[in-house]
Nanobody, 116 residues
Framework: EVQLVESGGGLVQAGGSLRLSCAASGFTFDNYAIGWFRQAPGKEREGVSCINNRDGLTSYVGSVTGRFTISSDYAKHTVYLQMNSLRPEDTAVYYC?????????WGQGTQVTVSP
């Protein structure tokens, strides 16, 4: 059974940092890309960052480039999202996502709140 479990969210002041974790199980971690999405109240879910565990290539949405860093720990089957210089507009529920054999899998989400 594929499972994605997020952790690490919380309340932080603008300019602060958080590190989100996505613990993955039930599939061959090294073979798939894992992404982070976020959804703010009243807004559509948007892709934030993705890492391809086959080759380590990463991508970011423009609004987080230079502030967020995605990485994988292959021994722990965990993907991290290091978020620095946080802004109030980064406030959202952050979700971990994987597309495994054309099926979409999501974690339960973790709340990130950035106060001004």
């Amino acid at each position: 059974e594929v499972q994605l479990v997020e952790s690490g969210g919380g309340l932080v002041q603008a300019g602060g940092s958080l590190r989100l974790s996505c613990a993955a199980s039930g599939f061959t971690f090294d073979n798939y890309a894992i992404g982070w999405f976020r959804q703010a109240p009243g807004k559509e879910r948007e892709g934030v960052s993705c890492i391809n565990n086959r080759d380590g290539l990463t991508s970011y949405v423009g609004s987080v480039t230079g502030r967020f860093t995605i990485s994988s720990d292959y021994a722990k089957h965990t993907v991290y999202l290091q978020m620095n210089s946080l802004r109030p507009e980064d406030t959202a529920v952050y979700y971990c996502h994987a597309n495994i054999l054309s099926r979409q899998f999501w974690g339960q989400g973790t709340q990130v709140t950035v106060s001004p």
